[in-house]
């Protein structure tokens, strides 16, 4: 089955660094979203990106899917932008609509 | 921002009790997800819905868990007989369309003592 692969696992920035979140696939996705989990539990979705650049704010979202990995880039950290990153996929054509997430990336921003 | 709302927001069961958690999704999307993520962080998608009709649904699922979306009911999650391993954080999402872009509630948070 699917699989996603997250790195780094942890990431621990000073405030004001760019941090470059990566997620690979195992197959082609026709859906790949990512999140930002607040440390209460909410998952927000950050881009719905299968292909393409996206921006939002300081947020970029890269993704490449003939070679099946996708990017997530944090300008200028800020301390609220801790939390953990979630990359998730769906099995693509054909498959379930559910999605398929990696093990996260923990970002640790300090003043 | 999500408009997906689940409650209670925490629920503590002893184990063999039951547990039943709710979500409303947003006004507009008749595709409905749970997923459970443990305390390792890793995602279990356990059922979907479209309208009230059951999409796929995992085996775990089908024995001690059961979930209805009844029609201008908010969507239900019920464990039949807790147990400990069932501590986890139980996410609700909807979405327009089946694949479209999935939108998370808060989750309820179960402990299993």
């Known amino acids: 089955g699917q699989q996603v692969q997250q790195s780094p696992a942890s990431l621990v920035l000073q405030e004001g660094e760019n941090a470059e979140l990566q997620c690979n696939f195992s197959?082609?996705?026709?859906?790949l979203q990512w999140f930002y989990q607040h440390p209460g539990g909410r998952l927000v979705s950050l881009f719905y990106n299968p292909s393409g650049t996206k921006h939002t704010g300081r947020l970029t979202s890269t993704t490449v899917t003939n070679e099946r990995r996708s990017s997530l880039h944090i300008s200028s950290s800020q301390t609220t932008d801790s939390g953990t990153y979630f990359c998730a996929i769906d099995q693509g054509q054909g498959g379930s609509a559910k999605l398929i997430f990696g093990e996260g990336t923990k970002l640790t921003v300090s003043s | 921002n999500s408009k997906v709302i689940q409650t209670p927001r925490y629920l503590v069961k002893g184990q063999g009790q039951k547990a039943k958690m709710r979500c409303i999704p947003e006004?507009?999307?008749?595709?409905v997800f749970w997923y459970q993520q443990n305390k390792n962080n890793e995602f279990k998608f356990l059922i979907n819905?479209?309208?009230?009709?059951?999409?796929?649904q995992i085996d775990m699922t089908e024995k001690r868990f059961s979930a209805e979306c009844p029609s201008n009911s908010p969507c239900s999650l019920e464990i039949q007989s807790s147990e400990a391993g069932d501590s986890a954080l139980y996410l609700c999402a909807s979405s327009r369309l089946g694949y479209a872009e999935q939108f998370f509630g808060p989750g309820t948070r179960l402990t299993v003592l």
């Open positions: 197959s082609t996705a026709t859906r």
């Open positions: 819905f479209q309208n009230q009709e059951v999409l796929q």
């Open positions: 006004k507009g999307h008749p595709v």
